[in-house]
């Protein structure tokens, strides 16, 4: 054995293991001359031992030899040729040749199989559809949008619904099996924003085209990229297909709605998010609500045919159908009326905007007769008061929820913001004068409604959080940083924040608060510790949610759009007692009356009695028009209102702070940490 320096001896078998691996490692011709030899070294000695034990076999000793060499090459394909040593030579020769060809033409279609079974694994296949629904990009939205389209369509013959994305196909299969089930779900990868790729799921010729804002900073313009490059694919006609497309940024969206045409429908999901926060302050539930008319398991919005009430006033719909509820008109001429007044005149050609299991549902059936008149409560409830409501934390949607809540809040109202990083502080008021004689002051200074203080605190340590002062305010809004900010995940301050806040709670002798948070992943909704008044808003599933609905019915995206503006008509969730007597039984029928009288659509209530059970908390949406049951002090009426206190223009803008900018207070001096006295903005 020989002895390498620093190391133990190598043995015999190592070193020609060595010598052999290195010999292997020089050329293809080399391996092929080693598998040669091989096969010789096991061929011939085996075959000539077959011959010598072969009692026919010839006994001289040429005859043996040609023998083994007939069985040799019988076993190597080489030919079985004997006679002159040429002619053996020229046999083995032929039979080397056809080897050669053979194999290299079993290796050209093993390879072409090979590279095509890896295209197909990489997702680059056309598709050829029709009338497929078309999701382009990867968000945190797409498992919502895809259960949700593959649950819009249990009903009817299922489309194939075709992703697009730069990722690994096999990858995209995995995470979206649960979601598809049964669907048709195909998917593709590539970058959408190139049309060479897009090119591939046939966009053309599909119903409905989809466009997901990816994460990141560059999100917009991505968004913008591929709905050029889908306008360079489908064309810009207005034959093409329905496009519906998410971005994060309002500056983006004058940009999106030109790049996507006349066919594109462009949603703000910071936007959407943001008035969904501030609609579910001092609402509480109104989140289940939302969640449970934007899925597809239960009741939908749905066009009708209001032929039934042409030249009837609209007030007379909404006890016109037994099993759907009547929120608003489609008019001929396209314009979309929620909550009209009940003297409103439904013209000929106008359709109805109702809430119903399906479009079957929604038949003309007279329930007037169902109203109980003395079941109805007659007093007014007296108007709200003036909220105080508490802030904890800072992200990039935090100025559109302050925004919000300046249009929805009481005159009078205070917001203290509660941040660890530079107090953001609003924009200095403009000065707004009244636009019309006579118009309201109030109205024409908005701004003056809500008055904003900010406050510096370290959120981050939960002895902060612990010792917050809670009993001054009627509702808290917990928003947690934005992804990037900081090493943890984004919902885990938010956990911790929730928790915190239920510890006060518990020691305020269970007072109950009306908290509402945000959070960006649904696998966290349950760890969430809220009581039952809370409200906890995904903001990914809900967008997704919305995305959905719109995709299937193009036609209620104004809908949508006022229920999640700050303006017009909105979700609402009011006592019981402010349309019926307490204690009273009465057919639902009774509140749809009630409601009309005061202006509003009544479409389903919340049980007090089962608003911590799951899976629905006391929601029901869309009961029929003569189920009769007892109204406690406790049940709350869902309602479409139009808010009275809402000013007519828009509100002044709270701008984020620039990266490591810090307002100063006062006369030049930074804000002091810790908890000091809040300052009036």
């Not at 609402?283 to 009741?299: I, M």
């Not at 050609?349 to 399906?358: M, N």
Request: hydrophobic content about 40%; glycine content about 10%.
């Amino acid at each position: 054995m020989a002895r390498t320096q620093g190391r133990g001896p190598v043995s015999l078998r190592d070193r020609a293991r060595y010598r052999f691996d290195r010999t292997l490692a020089r050329s293809t011709g080399t391996l092929m001359g080693w598998l040669m030899l091989t096969c010789l070294a096991v061929v011939v000695p085996v075959s000539a031992l077959l011959v010598w034990t072969d009692p026919d076999a010839p006994h001289s000793l040429s005859g043996r030899l040609t023998a083994a060499w007939r069985t040799s090459a019988e076993t190597l394909r080489l030919g079985a040729i004997s006679g002159t040593p040429l002619r053996m030579v020229l046999s083995a020769l032929l039979g080397l040749v056809a080897l050669l060809c053979v194999s290299t033409l079993i290796g050209v279609i093993t390879n072409s199989l090979a590279e095509r079974m890896a295209e197909l694994s990489r997702g680059r296949s056309t598709v050829l559809e029709h009338g497929h629904v078309v999701v382009l990009g990867w968000s945190d939205q797409v498992a919502t949008v895809v259960a949700e389209l593959v649950a819009a369509q249990a009903s009817h013959r299922s489309r194939a619904i075709v992703l697009l994305a730069d990722r690994d196909k096999t990858g995209m299969e995995r995470a979206l099996a649960a979601r598809a089930g049964r669907a048709r779900l195909i998917c593709r990868s590539g970058p959408p924003s190139d049309p060479a790729v897009l090119a591939l799921v046939s966009p053309r010729t599909a119903s409905t085209v989809l466009v997901l804002p990816p994460g990141g900073p560059a999100s917009d313009p991505e968004v913008l990229r591929v709905l050029l490059a889908l306008r360079a694919v489908a064309g810009e006609g207005p034959d093409g297909p329905p496009v519906l497309a998410a971005v994060r940024d309002d500056r983006y969206r004058a940009a999106a709605r030109l790049a996507g045409g006349p066919r594109a429908t462009i949603l703000e999901t910071d936007a959407v998010t943001a008035r969904l926060v501030a609609q579910c302050v001092g609402r509480p539930g109104l989140s289940l609500v939302l969640r449970d008319l934007l899925d597809f398991a239960g009741d939908e919005f749905h066009l009708t045919d209001a032929a039934a009430f042409s030249g009837a006033p609209f007030g007379t719909a909404l006890l016109g159908h037994a099993d759907s509820c009547v929120i608003g008109l489609l008019t001929p001429q396209g314009r979309t009326l929620l909550n009209p007044p009940a003297d409103t005149t439904v013209t000929p050609g106008s359709r109805l905007i109702v809430l119903a299991r399906d479009e079957a549902g929604a038949g003309p059936e007279d329930c007037r007769h169902l109203v109980d008149t003395s079941a109805i409560a007659g007093d007014r409830p007296p108007p709200e008061n003036p909220a105080h409501l508490l802030m904890l934390g800072w992200n990039r949607r935090a100025p559109l929820v302050v925004e919000q809540l300046r249009h929805t809040a009481r005159p009078g109202s205070v917001l203290d913001i509660v941040t660890d990083r530079a107090l953001p502080g609003p924009r200095e008021p403009e000065a707004v004068a009244a636009t019309a004689a006579g118009a309201d002051a109030e109205a024409a200074q908005g701004v003056d409604r809500l008055a904003v203080r900010f406050r510096s605190a370290t959120l981050s340590r939960p002895e902060t959080l612990l010792g917050l002062d809670l009993a001054p305010y009627d509702g808290l809004v917990v928003l947690g940083p934005d992804p990037g900010d900081g090493p943890d995940r984004p919902d885990d301050w938010t956990l911790v924040a929730l928790l915190a806040l239920r510890l006060l709670e518990e020691r305020a002798g269970g007072r109950e608060l009306r908290v509402v948070s945000e959070l960006t992943d649904d696998r966290n909704r349950p760890l969430a510790p809220v009581n039952p008044g809370s409200d906890v808003i995904v903001s990914g599933e809900l967008t997704g949610l919305l995305m959905a609905q719109i995709a299937q019915n193009h036609h209620l995206a104004p809908v949508f759009d006022e229920l999640f503006s700050a303006e017009g008509s909105l979700l609402c969730l009011r006592p019981a007692g402010t349309y019926v007597r307490v204690g009273c039984e009465a057919t639902f029928a009774t509140v749809v009356a009630a409601a009309r009288d005061r202006g509003e659509c009544a479409i389903g209530y919340r049980r007090h009695d089962r608003r911590t059970s799951a899976p629905d908390y006391g929601i029901r949406l869309n009961p029929r028009k003569g189920e009769r049951r007892e109204w406690g002090a406790g049940d709350h009426v869902v309602v479409v209102t139009t808010d009275p206190t809402v000013p007519a223009r828009a509100a002044e803008t709270v701008r984020a702070p620039a990266a490591g900018s810090v307002r100063e207070d006062g006369e030049g001096r930074p804000p002091e940490k810790g908890r000091p006295e809040p300052e009036t903005r």
